[in-house]
């Protein structure tokens, strides 16, 4: 597989994991939330998904206290 080949698997593994991720943030990885994060502008939903990946990547790194 050539260098292109390789590259253009990654890229396609990287959108097919962020499509993954939304709805199913505790699960993802942290490359697929901050695509998400770089979406936000996108929407409204697009807004809820970032709000979402943020909160879980403030869990993981323990630096945002989720209350509910």
């Not at 080949?5 to 962020?18: F, G």
């Not at 943030?25 to 809820?48: F, N």
């Amino acid at each position: 597989m050539s260098d292109s080949e390789r590259k253009r698997a990654q890229r396609q593994r990287d959108k097919l994991a962020i499509t993954h991720a939304i709805g199913d943030e505790q699960d993802a990885p942290l490359r697929a939330l901050l695509a998400i994060l770089g979406r936000v502008d996108a929407s409204a939903a697009a807004r809820l998904c970032a709000q979402r990946a943020w909160a879980e990547i403030g869990r993981r790194y323990e630096f945002v206290t989720i209350r509910k």
